[in-house]
T-cell receptor, first 112, second 111 residues
């Protein structure tokens, strides 16, 4: 079984809809991250959480919100989706003090 | 200026070739450095960390030049399975593990 899972894997939605992307991990890591990837751009950090009570904005947090429901779960919400939020979204985890991040398989989101 | 810059490629090389990728970073306070590999439509995975002394893992060699703020990856004896996008990644602050990703360099190895 995958250590970091994301649901859904693909989603097509319409402008103005509320969307939630979910991430779960079995690695026991405290730190979790949400990124988006667009063609020609590097992965960009949306939000990150270093433990259940810690939530921080990343580089591009506008239009997004997150919830850290438990150590193993970190959800990303788009309150009112817009077309320029069409992208590939990755969740990642890392252990405290560790450098390597472990990524989920990604969610491909299309906003029409 | 992007914080981490890479030549997007693609680099099209025959099997057995040696290919080198370069990356520059803008923040001199950067603490640690990595190369990640990303296959098409898949998640990035750590290929190797990059140390000041340089490091080698089989056919892969990574070098760091802090003075020039430059990172390189050398792949020798390219295999078809090396075809992927290679992401240069910089950690700005060691304690916080916030990674800055380059846009990636695409490698296509052909028979």
């Amino acid at each position: 079984d995958a250590d970091v899972t994301q649901t859904p894997r693909n989603r097509i939605t319409k402008t103005g809809k509320r969307i939630m992307l979910e991430c779960s991990q079995t690695k026991g890591h405290d730190r979790m991250y949400w990124y988006r990837q667009d063609p020609g751009l590097g992965l960009r950090l949306i939000y990150y959480s270093f433990d259940v009570k810690d939530i921080n904005k990343g580089e591009i947090s506008d239009g997004y919100s997150v919830s850290r429901q438990a150590q193993a779960k970190f959800s990303l919400s788009l309150e009112s989706a817009i077309p320029n939020q069409t992208a590939l979204y990755f969740c990642a985890t890392s252990p405290t003090g560790g450098d390597e991040q472990f990524f989920g398989p990604g969610t491909r989101l299309t906003v029409l | 200026r992007k914080e981490v810059e890479q030549d997007p490629g693609p680099f099209n090389v025959p099997e057995g070739a040696t290919v080198a990728f370069n990356c520059t970073y803008s923040n001199s306070a950067s603490q640690s450095f990595f190369w990640y590999r990303q296959d098409c439509r898949k998640e990035p995975k750590l290929l190797m960390s990059v140390y000041s002394s340089g490091n080698e893992d089989g056919r892969f060699t990574a070098q760091l030049n802090r003075a020039s703020q430059y990172i390189s990856l050398l792949i020798r004896d390219s295999k078809l399975s090396d075809s992927a996008t290679y992401l240069c990644v910089v950690n700005l602050s060691g304690g916080y593990n916030k990674l800055i990703f380059g846009a990636g360099t695409r490698l296509a190895v052909h028979p």
